[in-house]
Every structure is written in C-alpha cells, then in structure tokens.
C-alpha cells in the first residue's frame, strides 16, 4: 500500500504561482509513475502532468508553458509547480501514481483562481 498526501492548494489571484507537493509514504519513484490530475464538478478528471521513474515528463498541451513537475527522491515528494493561473486552473487537483497493475491516488487538494 502507498499513501499519497496532497499539500499546497490554496486561493491565488489571477497570475500568481502556487506549488503543490504529494508526499508518498514510502519510496516509490524508481517503480511507480507519478502525476497530477486535476477535476471540476460534473467533469473527468484530466491529466495535468506525469513523471516517469525514468524522469522523462509529460504535461497536457494548454499547460505545458506555465506547469512543472519535478520530484525529490529523498523526500519521497512530488510537486507541480504552477505559474500564471488563471480562474480556470481552479479545480481539486490530485497525486497519482501507478505501476501496472497497482494504482493509488491522494486525496486531492484544492486550488482557487479568483481575485
């Protein structure tokens, strides 16, 4: 078993940067893919970005130039740092990570854009 907490979210005005970070409870990133997700009521939760154990990443196309993930092996930490929001950015953001067939998710932290 893996548990995997959130931290970070908050409220930011229009063009602020927050960075959230998911602390696994144990050490997992040379095994498992990390990623955020992120969902809005009566939506599906959608990609928002992932790290292999290889370090390779990969971000949704609309947030690639403002969102970056990265992690710190020896906190057992993955974070999504997030520069430029804007009132659509807000939603619960979720730490995932996966090794086929196991799958573990955080409990979600969440983030407002309003000014």
């Known amino acids: 078993q893996v548990q995997l907490v959130e931290s970070g979210g908050g409220l930011v005005q229009p063009g602020g940067s927050l960075r959230l970070s998911c602390a696994a409870s144990k050490s997992i990133f040379s095994t498992f893919t990390m990623a955020w997700y992120r969902q809005t009521p009566g939506k599906r939760r959608d990609l928002v970005a992932s790290i292999t154990t290889g370090g390779n990443t990969e971000y949704a196309d609309s947030l690639k130039a403002r969102f970056t993930i990265s992690r710190d092996s020896a906190k057992n930490t993955v974070y999504l740092q997030m520069n430029s929001l804007k009132s659509e950015d807000t939603a619960v953001y979720y730490c995932?990570?996966?090794?086929?067939?196991?799958?573990?998710w955080g409990q979600g932290t969440q983030v407002t854009v309003s000014s």
């Open positions: 995932f990570a996966r090794r086929a067939p196991d799958v573990y």
